[in-house]
């Protein structure tokens, strides 16, 4: 599940492996009808095969984040909600913000410039991009923001909902409880392990 990937093919491969991953996962369950697996699985599949994972001149790096460790923040920040839209000052699945994206490297659709107006609103709705975004954030602000020696899936959740300055501080309860839930699912699933 942590493997990396550095182009769509293996990226699809890997995808194909995760979902039958999570297949097993919800057959092990007690409740196989939950948010979690529904939303996620529907987060997961709904990525769009004419999307490059890299658009031409953008920068391409083995990302941090694992597949499982999006999902939980995923899970934690809007159920996998992909009918979120834009609310206010955030977008998409991962309630991404303008700063956010250009912080994360203005990640794109294929068919978008960084500089067009739209391109934020436009990769913070596509799930797969905005999970590009995400990895361009970590991958300049990773941290050890737990403060237990070790960048983890832990961190990210911070970092993503606290700020790169700002992930030490506390994590409101809500998303930390989502967030743990989703992470002790996992695990159980993987054997202890995420």
Not at 161 to 181: E, I, M, S, V
Request: proline share 4%; hydrophobic share 30%.
């Amino acid at each position: 599940m942590s493997e990396l990937f550095r182009n769509k093919s293996e990226f699809l491969r890997n995808l194909s492996e995760f979902i039958r991953y999570l297949s097993e996962f919800i057959t092990k369950l007690p409740n196989t009808r939950s948010k979690f697996t529904c939303y996620s699985l529907s987060f997961i599949a709904n990525s769009r095969d004419e999307l490059s994972p890299y658009p031409s001149g953008q920068q391409q790096y083995a990302p941090p984040v694992s597949e499982i460790c999006l999902g939980c923040i995923c899970e934690a920040v809007s159920n996998c909600n992909q009918s979120l839209g834009c609310v206010g000052d955030v977008c998409g699945v991962f309630k991404i913000t303008w700063p956010y994206w250009a912080d994360a490297g203005r990640p794109t659709l294929a068919q978008d410039k960084s500089e067009d107006d739209s391109a934020y609103s436009r990769c913070a709705n596509e799930p797969y991009c905005a999970a590009r975004a995400v990895q361009g954030y970590m991958a300049k602000y990773g941290q050890d923001c737990t403060g237990d020696g070790v960048i983890d899936c832990y961190d990210y959740a911070a970092l993503h909902r606290l700020g790169g300055y700002g992930c030490r501080g506390n994590l409101d309860q809500a998303y930390r409880d989502k967030f743990n839930k989703c992470m002790v699912q996992v695990a159980q699933l993987n054997g202890g392990q995420v």
